[in-house]
């Protein structure tokens, strides 16, 4: 008979006997993970694991039942964490967020299909049985890196035809780009006392025409037709600064969520988005308008507080910063999720106002089409400067840079014939010094409201980086030192 216990060590290995009678290293734990307490025994704790295996007899792979060990100097608590997962998606973002409770809130989804991949294995223990609801999914804003992937997690099936996921609302910034170029492909503009606005926002994805629509957004609409046949009930809104009783399931479980941006001002009485430029001229830019309008949240659960910046860029941030000063908010933060991977195009105002402890830079070019040189320098030496002043080490992380890439040498490159992942063939092309990415940049984030661990895994599976530090009342920062394992 079994318990479910939660971790409350930092970083626990967990094994198993094999047939030898050795104890050898099955897994990794981390602070607030739950497992099934079986008792004491001897120098170890025996659980019950589940693992999925491969039957050499049904030639498939079966999900198994065994016992599993880890030390008894192991310790326990009763309550969950909330957990936060900064994923590793290439040149894109993806956050989740689990409240102590198993709520899942999904911040973008990258442009592949990196967080299909993730989900599929992080949560194949609840896969294996019933579809992952999800209780909100954010698309901060309509660049592809951040949404184009959602799509292939809506598509997806288990167990045969049942969905992956089920969402209950969905959450966007108003904003439907066309294809095309130029600040047109936005939607109806309107000029008022020497600015533009963009007056088109749009509420129900589904209301929309395709015709106003690129590739990514006809794709992202289909996607939420099958999740509204899933759920009659999904609401599908237009987030903006200031909006309130958004997150009422995370708020149940007492955790606060200030929606800071867009921000809008009204024209001709109706909400607008003033259009920004292209940093050091006069000209109008569709990206920079798209970007700097993306949603931005601040999430504070007890004296931890995070802030999720999106792709805010220098003009938007500035516009925060004086609104924030106007209404008297405060955007300090434990944890920063730094805006736009790492852009050079940022406000050193707005890392100051900030003051982490905690940034993660979400990047990862994988292609010369999509090399924007994140993060940049300047950057990165700016979070240095700017982060929380008492702490001598702020931490400061790249998803891309906490991956684990394995050296291949020389090897022959094939492709997929006619578009089928299932059949290859060679091209002829020699790649002389080739890489593989074996592990995905995953940052953890775990707290109770007070006690933050932060984590990363490496290229070995017994090996992980992970720090702990308090967050006082009054936000004075206490840290326990490093925690590594190996």
């Known amino acids: 008979m079994s318990t479910l216990r939660y971790l409350d060590s930092d970083v626990v290995s967990v094994y198993e006997q094999d047939s030898a009678g050795k104890m050898v290293r099955l897994a990794t734990l981390l602070w607030g993970d739950n497992v099934r307490y079986v008792g004491k025994s001897g120098e170890w704790v025996e659980l019950e694991f589940t693992t999925r295996r491969y039957n050499e007899t049904t030639k498939k792979y079966e999900w198994k039942k065994h016992p599993a060990f880890i030390s008894s100097d192991t310790r326990f608590r009763d309550t969950p964490l909330m957990k936060v997962r900064f994923v590793d998606v290439g040149q894109g973002d993806a956050a989740i967020i689990e409240t102590p409770k198993g709520e ?16 599929s294995a992080s949560w194949a223990h609840v896969l294996r049985t019933k579809t992952l609801n999800i209780a909100a999914v954010v698309v901060t804003h309509g660049d592809a890196d951040h949404f184009a992937g959602l799509p292939r997690l809506v598509d ?60 990514p957004f006809v794709r992202w609409k289909a996607a939420l037709g099958k999740l509204k046949q899933r ?18 399931v995370l708020e ?33 830019s ?29 003009e938007s941030e500035e516009s925060l910063l004086e609104r924030a000063r106007q209404d008297g908010i405060s955007l300090a933060a434990e944890i920063l999720k730094v805006p736009h991977h790492g852009s050079a195009d940022f406000s050193p105002r707005m890392l100051e106002a900030v003051r982490p402890v905690v940034s993660v830079i979400s990047s990862g070019d994988e292609s010369g089409d999509k090399e924007y040189i994140h993060p940049r320098a ?22 891309e840079m906490v991956a684990f890439f394995r050296r291949l040498g020389q090897i022959n490159a094939h492709e997929y014939i006619g578009g089928d992942r299932t059949k290859e063939r060679p091209t002829g092309t020699h790649i002389q010094n080739a890489y593989e990415k074996t592990t995905f940049g995953i940052v953890h984030v775990r707290t109770d ?24 009342t009054d936000g004075a920062i206490t840290f326990e030192g490093n925690v590594d394992v190996e």
Do not use: W
């Open 252 to 284: 149940d479980e007492g955790i606060s969520v200030q929606v800071l941006g867009p921000i809008t001002e009204t024209i001709s009485g109706k909400p607008a988005l003033r259009c920004l430029r292209t940093p050091g001229t006069n000209s109008l």
């Open 378 to 399: 300047g950057l990165v030496g700016a979070i240095g400067k700017y982060s929380r002043p008492t702490v001598e080490r702020p931490l400061v992380y790249v998803t």
């Open 156 to 215: 997806a099936v288990r167990g045969g035809a049942n969905p992956m996921i089920t969402v209950d609302r969905v959450y966007h910034n108003g904003i439907v780009k066309a294809s095309g170029s130029g600040i047109g492909i936005l939607g109806t503009t309107k000029k008022v006392n020497g600015k533009t606005y963009l007056t088109q926002l749009e509420d129900d994805l589904l209301q929309v025409p395709d015709s106003r629509m690129n590739t």
């Open 231 to 248: 759920n009659s009930q999904l609401k599908i809104r237009r987030l903006e600064y200031g909006q309130t009783n958004v997150f009422n």
């Open 104 to 119: 899942l809130v999904l911040l973008d989804g990258g442009e592949e299909s990196h967080l299909y991949n993730y989900v």
């Open 286 to 314: 569709a990206s920079h308008t798209i970007n700097g309008h993306s949603i931005v949240l601040r999430v504070t659960y007890g004296n931890v507080r995070l802030l999720f910046g999106a792709d805010l860029n220098e």
């Open 449 to 472: 409201g007070e006690r933050v661990l932060v984590a990363t895994h490496s290229g070995r599976a017994d090996k992980k980086e992970a720090y702990a530090f308090r967050v006082a």
